[in-house]
């Protein structure tokens, strides 16, 4: 995705970012950010870009001292490998292929592939080995998607093979707390690719979370946490109840997934609430609506706001707006799945 001269200049400038950063976090940001424009050519990274451009503009706002905590808290290997990864490989060098491709052929292809491994009820024998994920991230590759999401809720280090037989790309996985171990937080952080968000569930054993996040601390990890929510819950989000929780735990992203038993009014709800707070820079948490996101950039980078998801057995489901197409990945190649999917939906 990228050649080693160029990772090198880009490192090389990162690498300086960061001192900057250390010594006059304000300066050091802004230009970070310059920095990124500078190599950015294509319009879906400067758009990007230019956005975290207007949220820096207010001097006092909240995002420098959630950067300075980045800074002084996260292993450097990790947030210049996976920077480089989500930002050049993926929205950079792998938008370029994502456009040339519907260009080509005249169909979408997403930015991200999400692989949904909770529980299914699936038996092992059935579940896509570590040889068939990578050879779906290989041809994800070669159409320009270098970022992946993981959801899993049994097992964690299935996914060592899987990130380190891809540097290049930028890994994110979903994971409920009592799944991490101080030996597989480790292993899995080393490559630098991967960033972690624990789930948050005020009903769950704070014990554990406590101890998840201490093991992710400790190995100065980059990691988030995540909470589900429909209609019931709902309030508790509008009136700042679960941020000021989220808040008293040491981390700087925050990720609010909608679950179906949630209406469209209320999840809209949700959504200005997400981004009021991001605008308007009223809490320490960086807060991102993990479907809204995801969307937003599949606009930017090929006008579409559809999602790919991969479940444990194979099934593949394309969702675009309120249509929903069906396929197993283990039948059909990746490329031929986009390209029907884009049919029956037309």
Not at 224 to 240: C, G
């Amino acid at each position: 995705a990228i050649n080693r001269l160029k990772r090198a200049i880009i490192e090389a400038a990162i690498n300086k970012s960061l001192r900057d950063i250390e010594e006059d976090p304000k300066r050091g940001l802004r230009n970070l950010v310059d920095l990124g424009i500078y190599f950015a050519k294509g319009d879906s990274q400067r758009s990007i870009l230019n956005m975290v451009q207007d949220m820096l503009t207010n001097l006092d706002s909240s995002y420098y001292s959630i950067v300075s905590n980045i800074i002084s808290s996260i292993d450097y290997n990790i947030i210049k490998t996976f920077g480089i990864n989500i930002g050049y490989n993926s929205w950079t060098e792998g938008v370029k292929r994502i456009r040339h491709h519907k260009q080509k052929f005249g169909y979408s292809v997403p930015w991200v592939v999400i692989f949904d491994f909770r529980a299914t009820g699936v038996l092992a024998v059935d579940k896509l080995s570590n040889v068939e994920i990578c050879d779906i991230i290989s041809r994800g590759k070669k159409l320009g998607i270098y970022s992946y999401v993981f959801f899993v809720d049994d097992s964690v280090e299935d996914l060592l093979e899987v990130v380190e037989r891809n540097p290049d790309c930028a890994f994110v996985i979903y994971v409920p707390p009592e799944l991490l171990t101080r030996e597989n937080v480790h292993h899995l952080k080393s490559q630098g690719n991967v960033v972690f968000s624990v789930l948050f569930d005020q009903n769950a054993d704070e014990e554990g979370l406590s101890q998840a996040i201490e093991f992710l601390s400790e190995d100065k990890c980059l990691f988030a946490v995540h909470s589900y929510y429909n209609d019931q819950k709902v309030d508790e989000i509008l009136s700042d109840r679960w941020i000021k929780e989220v808040e008293k735990l040491p981390c700087m992203f925050a990720f609010l997934i909608q679950e179906e038993q949630c209406s469209d009014e209320n999840a809209k709800k949700v959504i200005d609430y997400i981004y009021s707070s991001r605008t308007e820079r009223q809490h320490n948490i960086f807060l991102m609506d993990f479907y809204g996101d995801i969307a937003y950039i599949n606009r930017i980078v090929s006008s579409d706001s559809f999602f790919l998801t991969i479940e444990e057995n194979g099934d593949t489901l394309i969702r675009n707006g309120g249509e929903e197409i069906s396929f197993n990945i283990r039948t059909m190649d990746l490329t031929d799945i986009l390209s029907k999917s884009a049919k029956a939906m037309d």
